[in-house]
């Protein structure tokens, strides 16, 4: 089994920053950490969930083109956490998080959350004056 739980939402002002993590575990995970490919999704009211970030196996990275520049995505391979440093948080970025893992890496890379297998629960991000 997989499971993905997310941390480190809040709330924060405009320009601001927030530092949200995903700790994997669970022993399917935990035998082939290193061959999964992971990601963050949004989901803002009313509004369908969007890629944010993914990372592959081998380190390379995919951003969407609105957070490109603020939000930066990495891995903790010893801790097999996830995480998403997002900086200059402006109030479209407010959303419900979601940390997503998959041995696939083609959903991350096309964008289509529809074909990953492993989801958490989500974290919530409010940006507001």
């Known amino acids: 089994q997989v499971h993905l739980v997310e941390s480190g939402g809040g709330s924060v002002q405009p320009g601001g920053s927030l530092r949200i993590s995903c700790a994997a575990s669970?022993?399917?995970?935990?035998?082939?950490?290193?061959?999964?490919?992971m990601g963050w999704f949004r989901q803002a009211p009313g509004k369908e969930r969007e890629e944010v970030a993914a990372?592959?196996?081998?380190?390379?990275?995919k951003y969407a083109d609105s957070v490109k520049g603020r939000l930066i995505i990495s891995k903790d391979y010893a801790r097999n956490t996830l995480y998403l440093q997002m900086n200059n948080l402006q109030p479209e970025d407010t959303a419900m998080y979601y940390c997503?893992?998959?041995?696939?890496?083609?959903?991350?890379?096309?964008?289509?959350?529809?074909?990953?297998?492993?989801w958490g629960q989500g974290t919530r991000v409010t940006v507001s004056s």
């Open positions: 997503a893992a998959d041995h696939s890496c083609q959903p991350f890379w096309s964008g289509n959350a529809a074909g990953i297998v492993y």
């Open positions: 669970g022993s399917t995970f935990t035998a082939s950490a290193s061959t999964y490919c």
């Open positions: 990372i592959g196996p081998g380190g390379a990275t």
